[in-house]
């Protein structure tokens, strides 16, 4: 097999200017990458497909130099490739676009471009460069401006931009769409497909089908940190595709219609001008939510998701507006008071946010459960009572875990998540919002989940489903409004909407 | 290479003998200093650590001594304990101590030569009350301006120690002293005395305190909400305040409680061992308690068992420093050193240290 | 008219020599956060300065020597801190006031029989011309070298962090060091030198503090003076000249407070002791009560650990 794999690469040598062979992995707990080989063309976007967990990100870190391999060996530009750090991989040619966690928020455009520079630079030198590029790519940045109020297309821009200054053969690009808007996604294709006629390969990271099939020409595919299959996504179905990234495919949920009775919750003109820095202000919000009725809310993460969890929960209080829980005002009640009139929620980061990593699952049900359902007495805490409260959760959501006295942080992020929204379910919600149920889950956890909120749906409950993820909004919501630089669309029928419109709701709500 | 990994689990075998391993670390380290004093390093820490509980020569001064001085540094840390979990940075004890021994002092002062059962239960919330209200200072300017906690209960330290001098050569000087810097002996003073309870063991009633302390707040700590809550903050401050936790409520309470207790101590302190307010009154239990406190893994229980032990390097060290002539200061190197080791040993409760070649190879080859 | 003109003039120059220890104590500390390090040692290793440079003088007779080893004293207490919270990753707030424990106890240990003595003389340095200036002359130009240091360190790192590329990668290592880290800087190492560079300063500020501003070793010397310095840096916002500024007044206050009690003013001495803390406290309530949560100002990796990957 190996034998084979080596043969194969010396017969494409020509044409290959990144090749990986037999590359692994491995942690104390999971295998990340398993015997990984991969072959990039030059003037290629490739892409690299997988679910969250199939070892991707892994092996990119590993091809940039911030995570050294196990096993295996990788060949650049014909030569035996061994990054040392980063800087080592810039050198040789290798460039990448994050995801998270490379901007700096507090410094201006330019600094964030200089500060990638490895080699000395002269500022109206450097200047120049970036306005070259810039042009060059039609990538338009603003070298004074601070980075932290930027939007997340004009951050991706200067990272991209960042990256074409080191002249890169090779182009890293970790799911660079998952925070951009539809209108921001197809000129990110324009500069690209530029990119790789110009001779630059493109390795493209995503879980999403579409795009891929659009943009890349040859696909790896990787499940539990391995390669499963190596296609022209192209020649593909979707399905199939899809089938080989999951391992099997699920059953998607079922929905009955429920008719929406009456208002439980109103949300009257909210503003919120948000005290953190670089934090997005919410204006004049207006929203019902009715009986039964599940509103989708949609919108790129950054658009103020957070801050409007946060308002409905209690943990943030508006600056304007006010809060009607069943003709009662709670505007400025805390998430206590609002749990026990049966208002529930679950944040978006699970690890910190909506469950504390080095606690156990019985002491997490505390952070939400205890008033609710009598967890305590005049302050004393009742760890039977919460411990029991624990294991029924764990039972009904079929969360795998090594019962409730493992730690938060030992459970997979699909299960976690399970955790979480089935402590909130469990306390029986008049109405429940949620942001991102689904983020980071395998797909198995996310149809148990939607299937869920479903099932809480139909009980009575009024939910608000916050997600970046449209198609789990079409799937699951009776009503979609878009969230927009913390402006709230009106909402609409779902089933009214088609892809234009709600492109149109996206960019300006 | 050495490789940092995370565990999954905490480690609790590991919880409970890094302390252990801190200590070794700091005698062997601690001996190195005194060879190059010139010591004996053998006889030295025999001498701190052996003597004062076995010898029969100064065992009967010293097991009495121990007790002494464990109770307000146990006091102190227990106090302070919460707040740290809590991220909650006060290390003014020190000025909490002075204030709580002060208002009960000035109030046992002003009733002199009453003798009424009820003064000195009013002295002992004259401690709790001043160390409480002196702790309120940087806690009410946290909650109200954001203002850092560290840095005022730290400042109010070096204002409490100039009161504490104004109080012993002015307005509390004992008006029969002839002249001489300092207050009446308040542990002749009958109501307020506060002396040996059990004759040759150095337990006075602030010894019997703190153990009630001890057990009263580990109790506190693990069943009630307000424990429950000092953990959450400590662990994931967005998941408090996901939980909706009042932390303004958080914030005074830690504070009172450290201020509090602090102030109790400085008052069994004035009452009994001391006698007498004087510009030496405090001799630096305010900072050995945070040693303390993060010796007994911020746990009271710990912090009851390294309450003892770091009381014995003090009565060890006072024996190293009348038998071997060693300065007391290299006792406090000794205790800052002990710090070091434990915080570095912390290192392996949260992670696996790996050679990563060796792994590899056991592993996969 | 004219006596008053030199007493005037002298008070400044004399603010100035107060004013420097705390100075270059917390300059070395602005630079040691902008990387996002918290260490509340800075009293510790001001102390041990001060007492190994004392040592230093009075063995050699060279204050000049005697500021080196003040410096390698800074240094060294700063390594003990360094390795502690970069390589065995504890938690900073801790080890920093285990610092200043570590260093007091080790200072009076060290200091034991050189109590009472006085060091040499550190001559002062007229500048040519300049020092002749009227008023001006005696308030800048009439110092020892150390005050011109200072004050060209305190440009030095205003320019540092304002235009060069080594300033730029502290500063963006102290804003968020996972950033960093996945750009390829070495957050531990930088973290680590700057540090050292940290206790460098606050060496040289506790020499400062025992060979000319005293001059002479008492047990405690500091004072509090390296807490202070903590608090200049939240006033300065972590801006140079805005600590020269702070520092300066801040010498200011306290040397009124020396010359009202030399004078024998009616206000009690303990009142007047007290008044350099209770300054202190008010300053930063004030700053804190002016800036809203969570500003820009801080190092945003301020005090945090970095783990790495």
């Known amino acids: ?113 200089a500060i990638g520079m490895d080699k000395r630079f002269d500022r109206s030198q450097l200047q120049n460069q970036i306005d070259t590029v810039a042009k060059q790519y039609g990538l338009s940045v603003s070298l004074n401006k601070i980075v932290g109020n930027l939007s997340a297309g004009e951050r991706q821009r200067i990272e991209i931009v960042r990256c074409l200054l080191q002249d890169p053969k090779v182009m890293i690009m970790d799911e660079p769409t998952s925070v951009l808007t539809p209108g921001e996604v197809s000129d990110l294709f324009i500069v690209l497909r530029k990119l790789a006629a110009q001779g630059v390969s493109i390795l493209y990271i995503s879980h999403k089908l579409e795009e891929i099939r659009t943009l890349c020409s040859k696909a790896t595919i990787m499940r539990n940190g391995k390669v499963v299959n190596t296609c022209d996504p192209r020649k593909l179905s979707a399905g199939k595709i899809a089938e080989s990234m999951v391992g099997a495919s699920f059953s998607n949920p079922k929905k009955n219609k429920v008719k929406a009775g009456q208002v439980l919750l109103e949300l009257k003109s909210i503003s919120f001008s948000a005290k953190r820095t670089f934090g997005i202000p919410i204006k004049n919000i207006n929203l019902k939510l009715y009986e039964g009725q599940i509103v989708g809310i949609g919108g790129v993460a950054g658009n103020g998701q957070d801050e409007l969890l946060g308002l409905i929960s209690g943990e943030l209080l508006p600056t304007n507006g006010s809060i009607i829980l069943e003709g009662k005002e709670i505007t400025s009640l805390g998430p206590v008071l609002r749990r026990q009139k049966g208002l529930l929620s679950a944040p978006e980061e699970r690890l910190g946010h909506s469950a504390a990593p080095e606690m156990t699952l019985t002491e997490n049900c505390l952070i939400t459960a205890e008033k609710r359902m009598s967890l305590s007495r005049r302050g004393v805490l009742n760890y039977t009572k919460s411990r029991k409260l624990s294991e029924s959760i764990i039972k009904e959501l079929d969360v795998r875990a090594n019962g409730p006295d493992s730690l938060a942080k030992s459970l997979s992020g699909g299960n976690l998540q399970k955790f979480v929204i089935g402590r909130e379910l469990i306390q029986n919600p008049k109405i429940f919002v949620v942001n991102q149920p689904t983020w980071g889950v395998d797909a198995a956890a996310a149809s148990s989940i939607r299937q869920k909120i479903l099932d809480l749906a139909q009980g009575g409950a009024s939910i608000v489903v916050i997600s970046q993820d449209l198609d789990e909004l079409l799937q699951i919501s009776d009503v979609f409004c878009a969230l927009v630089g913390g402006h709230l669309s009106k909402p609409v029928k779902t089933n009214s909407l088609n892809p234009s419109s709600l492109g149109l709701l996206l960019t300006n709500a | ?62 097991r009495p001594q121990l007790v002494v001085k464990a109770a307000p540094l146990i006091l102190i840390a227990l106090g302070l304990s919460f707040g740290f979990r809590a991220n909650i940075w006060n290390i003014g004890a020190e000025g909490q101590y002075i204030m709580g021994a002060l208002l009960s002092g000035g109030i046992g002062l002003a009733l002199y030569p009453l003798s009424a059962w009820y003064v000195f239960p009013l002295m002992i919330l004259g401690g709790i009350i001043g160390g409480a209200t002196w702790a309120m200072i940087p806690a009410l300017l946290k909650i109200k301006f954001n203002t850092n906690e560290i840095l005022v209960s730290l400042m109010l330290v070096y204002v ?30 009958e109501s307020a ?21 001890v057990i009263f707040l580990t109790y506190f700590l693990s069943y009630h909400r307000t424990g429950f809550q000092i953990k959450l903050i400590g662990q994931a401050p967005r998941a408090a ?98 710090l070091f080791f434990l915080l570095s040993a912390d290192l392996l409760v949260n992670y696996r240290i790996s050679l990563r070649t060796s792994i590899n190879k056991r592993r996969y080859k | 008219m004219n006596m008053g003109d030199i007493n005037l003039s002298l008070l400044f120059a004399s603010l100035i020599v107060a004013a420097t220890p705390v100075l270059l104590a917390a300059l070395g500390e602005l630079i040691v956060e902008k990387t996002g390090v918290l260490n509340l040692g800075v009293e510790g290793m001001m102390i041990f300065g001060a007492i190994t440079g004392f040592i230093a003088t009075i063995e050699t007779g060279s204050p000049w020597l005697g500021f080196l080893f003040s410096i390698l004293g800074g240094i060294s207490l700063a390594f003990i801190f360094a390795i502690v919270t970069q390589v065995f990753r504890a938690n900073q707030v801790a080890s920093g006031l285990a610092l200043t424990l570590f260093g007091l106890g080790l200072s009076s240990l060290l200091g034991y ?123 300065a916002s972590w801006q140079p000249f805005r600590l020269l500024v702070g520092a300066y007044i801040f010498g200011g206050v306290t040397l009124l407070q020396l010359n009202l009690q030399a004078l024998g003013v009616e206000i009690n001495v303990a009142l007047l002791s007290m008044s350099p803390y209770l300054v202190t406290i008010a300053v930063l309530v004030f700053m804190s009560a002016r800036r809203a949560k969570g500003s820009l100002e801080a190092p945003r990796s301020l005090g945090k650990t970095f783990f790495g990957l």
């Open chain 1, 1 to 113: 097999m190996s034998v084979n794999c080596t043969n194969k690469s010396k017969s494409n040598d020509m044409k290959n200017i990144l090749s990986l062979s037999n590359i692994s992995k491995y942690y104390p707990n999971v295998t990340a990458n398993d015997a990984v080989s991969l072959e990039l063309e030059s003037g290629k976007i490739h892409a690299l497909l997988g679910e969250n967990g199939a070892g991707k990100s892994t092996l990119v870190k590993i091809i940039y130099g911030l995570v050294k391999p196990d096993l295996g060996e990788m060949v650049f530009d014909h030569k035996v490739y061994k990054p040392e750090n980063p800087k080592f991989a810039r050198k040789m040619g290798i460039g990448m676009v994050f995801q998270h966690f490379s901007l700096f928020d507090a410094l201006t455009v330019f600094e964030n471009i």
């Open chain 3, 113 to 235: 029989s050189y109590t009472g003595i006085k060091p040499a003389a550190f001559p002062d340095m007229h500048v040519p011309y300049l020092s002749e200036l009227p008023f001006l002359g005696i308030i800048l130009f009439q110092h020892d070298p150390i005050i011109y240091f200072s004050i060209f360190a305190v440009f030095s790192v205003y320019l540092l962090f304002r235009n060069s590329r080594l300033g730029l990668i502290l500063k963006a290592v102290g804003e968020n060091h996972d950033s960093a880290h996945a750009l390829g800087y070495n957050v531990i190492l930088i973290r680590f030198l700057t540090i050292l560079v940290g206790g460098a300063f606050a060496g040289l500020g506790g020499g400062y503090l025992s060979l000319v501003r005293v001059p002479q070793w008492t047990e405690g010397m500091t004072a509090g003076a390296g807490w202070i310095a903590l608090a200049l840096v939240v006033f």
């Open chain 2, 241 to 338: 305040s996901f939980a909706g936790i009042n932390l303004r409520y958080i914030v005074i309470f830690c504070l009172g409680l450290s201020g509090g207790l602090a102030g109790i101590a400085g008052m069994f302190e004035l009452t009994g061992p001391a006698g007498v307010i004087h510009i030496d009154f405090n001799v630096g239990y305010g900072f050995t308690a945070i040693i303390v406190a993060f010796l007994g893994r911020l746990h009271p229980i710990g912090i009851f068992l390294a309450g003892l032990l770091m009381s014995l390097t003090y009565v060890g060290g006072e024996l190293a420093q009348f038998m071997m002539n060693i300065p007391a200061a290299a006792i406090q190197v000794f205790q800052g050193m002990l």
């Open chain 2, 193 to 213: 005395a506060n002396p040996e309870l059990i004759a040759g063991t150095g337990i006075h009633l602030g010894v019997v305190f703190s153990f009630i302390a």
């Open chain 2, 1 to 62: 290479m050495i490789k940092l990994e995370p565990r999954k689990n905490r480690s609790s075998i590991l919880e409970i003998s890094t302390p252990i391993i801190a200590v070794i670390m700091t005698m062997l380290f601690g001996g190195i200093l005194f060879y190059l004093m010139g010591k004996n390093p053998f006889e030295v820490i025999k001498l701190i650590f052996w003597d004062p509980v076995m010898s029969p020569t100064f065992s009967e001064y010293s």
């Open chain 2, 160 to 189: 409490a120690e100039q009161i504490l001098a104004l109080a012993s050569l002015g307005f509390l000087r004992n008006p029969e002293g002839l002249g001489f810097p300092g207050s009446r002996d308040l542990s002749k003073y």
